[in-house]
T-cell receptor, first 115, second 116 residues
């Protein structure tokens, strides 16, 4: 049973456009929702994360929107650049950091930003 | 910030041999290390969780005798792929809960294992 559903599987955006990736979760015990960016041959790198006590978090061009009642969260990349072309994973866990709870990952979205 | 150093970044080995992958937490103590396996164009699949000084916990379907995990110190966890076969070829990644932004999980850079 997939606990975190991610869509779309792939996304093509023009430079300067907005990239939107969506995730839905099932386990209401989740309370930490990070997004990771992964380039080919590299490990995932944390982009931005949110907890359910806020509905939005913004860091630079990256914004997480969180809808607790719908159990959905999304990543918005503003002014998308070719350098943003990578695979993006949403994830969820019951805690974070030192809590040692394991992450549940979405299946990933391959983003291509055309110049 | 928290850094997990993973080595080697890639390795090619002959079928039947064993390969060791190391993950070190450079500036923090990692009492727990998660080990993932990733197939091309797929998501990360959790293989096992290692805890310093105790036996690792393996996910269902992961052969503990094939993938030996040791977490002998607070800064070092190792994954040994024993008697490797071509089907073990994959991208292996470690991750530690730690002191990154938002107290997130810090990932190693991954190891590309190719068994020939």
């Amino acid at each position: 049973q997939q606990q975190v559903k991610q869509s779309p599987q792939s996304l093509i955006v023009q430079k300067g456009g907005i990239s939107i990736i969506n995730c839905a979760y099932e386990n209401t015990a989740f309370d930490y929702f990070p997004w990771y960016q992964q380039f080919p041959g590299k490990g995932p790198a944390l982009l931005i994360a949110i907890r359910p006590d806020v509905s939005e978090k913004k860091e630079g061009r990256f914004t997480i929107s969180f809808n607790k009642s719908a159990k959905q969260f999304s990543l918005h990349i503003m002014d998308s650049q070719p350098g943003d072309s990578a695979t993006y994973f949403c994830a969820a866990s019951k805690g974070s950091g030192g809590s040692n709870y394991k992450l549940t990952f979405g299946k990933g979205t391959l983003l291509t930003v055309n110049p | 910030g928290a850094v997990v150093s993973q080595h080697p970044s890639w390795v090619i080995c002959k079928s039947g041999t064993s390969v060791k992958i190391e993950c070190r937490s450079l500036d923090f103590q990692a009492t727990t290390m998660f080990w993932y396996r990733q197939f091309p164009k797929k998501s990360l699949m959790l293989m096992a969780t290692s805890n310093e000084g105790s036996k690792a916990t393996y996910e269902q379907g992961v052969e503990k005798d094939k993938f030996l995990i040791n977490h002998a110190s607070l800064t070092l966890s190792t994954l040994t792929v024993t008697s490797a076969h071509p089907e073990d070829s994959s991208f292996y990644i470690c991750s530690a809960p730690g002191q990154g932004r938002s107290y997130g999980y810090t990932f190693g850079s991954g190891t590309r294992l190719t068994v020939v």
